[in-house]
């Protein structure tokens, strides 16, 4: 995905119009890089640099946590707003965070977590 369609992605998760775009700016690219450099930590463990700003870019994330920035980017925009927006907001931000877990776990480094569980003590 590209920075323009994670910012159209927001637009239509929220319910809005893609016209109405630049209301949300500049706080929604805060936003997506806030997301962006939280992966590009997971995956790498090093923060991301340079962020994102043109529309024609794209996270140099694997391709299947690209939907995650718009997500996080989401959670934040209802984050601010009523309860009943706050609620929304959850399921977007639980979203989010499978996909870090799974960068922590597939990382770039190619080291791999290991989680085991019922081993005796």
């Known amino acids: 995905m590209t920075v323009g369609e994670i ?3 927001v637009m239509f998760q929220t ?3 893609s016209d109405d775009l630049e209301d949300f700016l500049p706080y929604l690219m805060d936003y997506i890089n806030d997301g962006y450099d939280r992966l590009v930590y997971a995956y790498t463990k090093k923060h991301a640099s340079p ?5 024609t870019e794209t996270p140099d994330l694997p391709e299947w946590a690209h939907p995650a920035l ?3 980017a989401t959670w934040l925009v209802y984050r601010n707003g009523n309860p ?3 609620q929304r907001g959850y399921a977007f931000r639980s979203s989010f965070e499978e996909i870090r877990t799974k960068l922590v776990e597939n990382s770039a480094d190619g080291s791999r977590v290991e989680h085991f569980i019922n081993l005796p003590s």
């Open 70 to 72: 718009a997500d996080w």
């Open 15 to 17: 319910n809005n119009d």
């Open 51 to 55: 962020m994102l700003h043109a529309d």
């Open 7 to 9: 910012k159209n992605t």
């Open 84 to 86: 009943q927006k706050q």
